[in-house]
Structure formats: C-alpha cells, structure tokens
C-alpha cells in the first residue's frame, strides 16, 4: 500500500461509529493523562484519528494541535469539534514526517496508537523529543507485536502488499521503551493492562 492514508480514508466513517473496545482503560489513560495537565498546556496530538481523544482533554488545557494523516478522519473531527463548540482545538491532515514544528514548541505530545504504524519509529520519536519544551512530556500507547504475534512480521507484508491492512512494525516492549529512552527521556509511567495490550508509556524530556 503506497499511500497508507488512503486506508484509512475508506475505513474513516465505520471507524468513527465503532465503540471504544475496552471503554475502562481508555478511561484509566484519559486519567493519567491529565494528572500532567496544567491549564496553560499546550499539546499536539499525532494521529489524532476521529478527534475523540482531543476533545476529552480540550477543556482541561490551553491548546491542542491535532493532525492526522487521513482528511476524512480530520473532517469528522472537525465536524464533532464545531458540534461541542470546542474552540481550542485545531485540526489539520498531516503526517508526523510531514510536519513542520518549531523545536520545544509543545509541553505535551501524544501519539496514541501510532508508533507501530510507522516506517521508523525512531525517526518520529526523536522529532518529538525535539519538539518538546525542556521537562515536557511525551504519551504513547502502543501495541507491540513482537511479545506476543511474532509472526505478524510474515503475513504483515503481505495483508499491506494487497491493501488489506495498513503497514505494521512488530517490535516488542523492551524495543519500545529502549527506543524511547535511546533520545533522552525518561520513563515517569508504564503501563500494560494484560498480556497482549498496547503499552502505555508516560516519558519525560530531562528539564
């Protein structure tokens, strides 16, 4: 799949009418997120998706720079904002490559279910290590692959080859948190629900 946006495009309004699959630890990340809110926060959000996310922690914070690589996905989210009336959210199709940021703009980058759909994955973590003000903060959830479907690393290629599915890195937990820690964070939270489920990992820019 060469332009993995147009997947994405295509699943955007099914996507947007699924529930939440596991509505009790999305709940337990939207809390340990907010516990490093603050009200003059500004924050971007990388694969921002359909917005939910955004627009939970809008009120809590002074900004959120929400982009995502898929414009069908940015315009339901555009279309939930204006429906709130959510004013501190600015929406924009772009991928992390893409983007163009003035290094220590944010205070708080989070890219949610998006590390392991990327080509280099510390590639994108270094720019937002740059990106980051000086003890800014930096949340991820990310699946990985590698501890429990070894085995994506074959059919993976071969479900992105025929535009099945989008691309998929396999890595495993320790990769992940190596990787974070490899540009100069620190690990403040981790976090796995059970044997199988996305990491959530809290890291934070020496100040």
């Not at 555009?78 to 009336?85: C, G, H, V």
Request: hydrophobic share 40%; net charge neutral; charged share 25%.
């Amino acid at each position: 799949m060469k332009n993995p946006s147009k997947f994405w495009d295509k699943i955007a309004e099914k996507y947007a009418k699924q529930p939440i699959a596991d509505e009790v630890t999305y709940q337990k990340k939207l809390q340990v997120t907010r516990e490093y809110f603050r009200p003059d926060l500004e924050m971007l959000e990388l694969g921002c998706g359909t917005g939910s996310t955004a627009i939970q922690h809008a009120p809590d914070v002074k900004s959120i720079r929400a982009v995502d690589m898929s414009s069908k996905m940015i315009e339901i989210a555009q279309r939930e904002a204006e429906k709130r009336k959510i004013t501190n959210v600015s929406f924009e199709q772009s991928t992390i490559e893409e983007l163009s940021v003035p290094d220590r703009s944010f205070d708080m980058v989070l890219a949610l279910s998006l590390l392991h759909l990327l080509e280099d994955k510390e590639a994108a973590i270094a720019k937002i290590h740059t990106m980051l003000k000086p003890s800014g903060v930096f949340i991820t959830s990310t699946a990985c692959l590698g501890d429990t479907m070894k085995f994506f690393k074959i059919i993976g290629p071969i479900g992105k080859f025929f535009g099945l599915i989008p691309l998929v890195n396999v890595f495993t937990e320790q990769e992940l948190v190596d990787s974070i820690k490899g540009v100069g964070f620190l690990i403040d939270y981790q976090w796995q629900p059970d044997k199988g489920k996305s990491v959530f990992i809290v890291a934070k820019k020496a100040g």
